[in-house]
Structure formats: structure tokens, C-alpha cells
């Protein structure tokens, strides 16, 4: 979504220059192919003279998931060279912008915005409402029907994912033995299909909503529908707990990182549960501390983990993680409940714990291919 964004945005600045070149640097180029970048790039230049060069090998120093444009004219003169950064769930940055500048809450970490909660007597949802204005609402109300639309055409398709590993798709089969159980077990496995039935979409280049990543992108969707259809929320409420999820995303993005190729998949997959813990938290009634709890515990225990896509594909081991990471959702909500919200390690420590693990990692478990499950060898593209 993000090399897609700044493609139209350097077309659209010189939409009749004579010929036009995309490099690919660091673990965009090393995973542009499985995540479809290239494919992407090349049909915002559809039509154009284009030359796509790849660079898996080089590093840009502001962040690892690169590309530089340049434009010519006639004469072959360069009109412009632009170097954008894609930094996690469609957002861009350049040389000249951070991400930090393009925040829109007024408080910055989570003990303010629960201290201001406390003194307004206020939800997490409604500090958003107050940010964003009444429109949020709109705007959240597509976001769940895209959420709803991608578990819906998931759940629906069979046969192999593309790319070259053969992955054959189990949403529909889940879905399938799922009617044949009952009690938690039904539920369980509809979970699971929930969110197979999300990222096999994503997998397939299918329509789904970042939360916060692609990649992670079957979590939140899975848990929300999960408690709408098994214990009857209405759409108010749903629309409210993706309020706060959003917020405890954004919280990660800017005080830490959602990039997989900056952190690893504690940003990604990570990052997803604890939105989709917050979210399952406070639709089950909890404090504004217990939400917090849960969304700590989404991060806590994601801590470390590694982004290792094997053939760069956001399929092996990706899938599975988001299917695990819903089920553990449901188990922070649980025992956050259980708890009055007291703990000892905050959000605003954990998500900085989390910046600085995912800064110390080699650059082999971020997203290139090249170290984890990533490396194992008998993988090849058919």
C-alpha cells in the first residue's frame, strides 16, 4: 500500500515525463515480489516507460523499506529524483518528513491519555471521538465492512494461495468442520477461520483493512466479528472497540514501530493483538486500565518475535501467526478481566521495550528472507 501511494503521488507531480525509474532498496526489494510491491508499481505505471531495478543488498540509512523515482524528459534529463520510505500500514515518509509529523492526538502515550480518562471521566473511544471529530464514525463504519466483506470472500474460496509455495487455503474447511462441534470448540475453530479467511485474502492480493499492517491484517477483523456473532454486540459497540483498537495502533506507530522490516513481527503481529486484546477488553465491560492490560499483554508477549517469510511471501509463517494471535487476544481479555488492572510493566514500557528489541535485531529477521523459518531450505518458487 505504501510503494502504491508514493507511485501515484510521483506520477501524478510528472504524469508526461519521457520515461520513469523505481529502485527498490533493503527489505522492500528482498520482499517486493511475494508482497506483490512490483506488481503494484508497475500498474500505477501502466502504460508508461518504466524501468523497475531491484537492490535487496542495499540499505537505506532512514529505514529499511525504501524506493527512490526519478523522472526524465525527452532528452533523457532527470526532472526529479524522490527517495519515499514505507513505513507500516500504507503510510509514507521522505527525506524530509518523519512520522511523528503526521500524528493527529494531542497526547502522545497511553498513561496521558488514561490520566486524562480519569480527570474527564471519559472511555478510550471517546478521547478519539474528540481528536477526530464525529466523522470517525463514518469512517469506522467502512472499515468494519471491509473487515466483514474479506472474512466473508475468505471463508468462500478454496485451492492454492498464489506465489509458488502451493499454500492450499483452510478458511472454508475450518469454517466447515466448525458446524460439525459445538460449544467452545465451535467457536474456537470459527475464530480461526475468521482469520485464516482475512490474511489468505491478503495473501491473494484480495481488498482488506491494515490493522495495522497487511500482514497482520486477520487479527482484529477475526476477534471483532467473533464477539458480534457469538455474543451479540451490536454494530455501536464494534464501531466503538475499533475506535480504541485504533488507538492503541497509532499509540505503536508513534512511539514505536508497525513495520516488520523496522522490528520484526513484534510490530506487526504484535501490534495487532494488542489492538484486537484492547478492543475484546472493552467490549466485555473492562476499565480503561484493564483495556490497557490486555493491549500490554497483545505486545508483551509477542516481544522478540521475528519477521521470517519464507520465499518473501506473506503466507509461511505469516497466516498462522494471525490465527494465534486472535486466539491469544481472547486470553488477555480473559484474564485482564479477572484482574483490577494493576500491573507492573505499562503499555507506553513495553511498546518502548519493543522499539529497542526490534532495533537489536539483525536485519536477517526483519522482513528480508533471509534468517528464521525464512531460511530453511526446500522452498523454491514453482
Avoid at 506487526?268 to 486500565?289: N, P, R
Avoid at 536485519?363 to 523459518?373: H, I, P, Q
Amino acid at each position: 500500500m505504501g510503494p502504491r501511494k508514493a507511485a501515484e503521488l510521483f506520477l501524478l507531480r510528472h504524469p508526461n515525463a519521457e520515461k520513469y525509474e523505481v529502485t527498490l532498496f533493503g527489505s522492500l526489494a528482498a520482499t517486493g515480489k511475494g508482497h506483490l510491491t512490483g506488481v503494484v508499481i508497475e500498474k500505477v505505471f501502466e502504460e508508461k516507460n518504466l524501468n523497475l531495478i531491484w537492490k535487496p543488498e542495499e540499505f537505506l540509512k532512514k529505514h529499511p523499506n525504501a524506493l527512490r523515482f526519478k523522472a526524465f524528459s525527452a532528452s533523457n534529463e532527470l526532472i526529479e529524483e524522490w527517495t519515499a520510505y514505507s513505513v507500516g500500514g500504507g503510510a509514507i515518509i521522505d527525506d524530509n518528513t518523519e512520522l511523528a509529523s503526521l500524528k493527529i492526538y494531542d497526547l502522545s502515550t497511553m498513561d496521558e491519555i488514561l490520566e486524562w480518562c480519569k480527570i474527564n471521566k471519559k472511555q478510550l473511544w471517546e478521547y478519539v471521538e474528540l481528536m477526530e471529530g464525529k466523522d470517525i464514525w463514518i469512517y469506522l463504519d467502512e472499515v468494519w465492512s471491509v473487515m466483514k466483506s474479506a472474512i466473508k470472500r475468505g471463508m468462500n474460496k478454496e485451492g492454492a494461495l498464489p506465489g509458488g509455495l502451493e499454500l492450499l487455503r483452510k478458511s472454508h474447511s475450518y469454517q466447515m468442520k466448525a458446524k460439525t462441534l459445538s460449544g467452545p470448540m465451535r467457536k474456537r475453530s470459527m475464530l480461526y477461520s475468521f482469520a485464516l479467511a482475512v490474511s489468505e485474502e491478503n495473501s491473494s492480493g484480495g481488498v482488506i483493512v491494515t490493522a495495522p499492517t497487511c500482514g497482520a491484517c486477520g487479527v482484529l477483523p477475526a476477534v471483532l466479528l467473533y464477539h458480534k456473532k457469538f455474543y451479540k454486540f451490536g454494530k455501536k459497540d464494534v464501531l466503538k472497540a475499533l475506535a480504541t483498537a485504533g488507538l492503541i495502533g497509532n499509540l505503536v506507530k508513534t512511539n514505536a514501530s508497525i513495520s516488520g522490516a523496522e522490528v520484526g513481527c513484534q510490530g506487526e503481529i504484535g501490534t495487532a493483538c494488542a489492538m484486537a486484546s484492547g478492543a475484546a477488553t472493552q467490549l466485555h465491560g473492562g476499565t480503561v486500565y484493564q483495556v490497557e492490560y490486555s493491549a500490554e499483554m497483545g505486545l508483551e508477549h509477542h516481544l522478540g518475535l521475528t519477521c521470517d517469510p519464507v520465499l518473501g511471501l506473506v503466507q509461511i509463517p505469516c497466516i498462522e501467526r494471525n490465527v494465534f494471535a486472535a486466539a491469544r487476544a481472547l486470553n488477555h481479555n480473559t484474564y485482564a478481566l479477572l484482574s483490577d488492572g494493576r500491573h507492573r510493566i505499562s503499555f507506553d514500557e513495553v511498546t518502548e521495550t519493543m522499539m529497542k528489541t526490534g532495533l537489536d535485531l539483525s536485519y536477517s529477521y526483519k522482513e528480508t528472507s533471509l534468517g528464521g523459518l525464512a531460511s530453511l531450505k526446500g522452498f523454491t518458487y514453482r
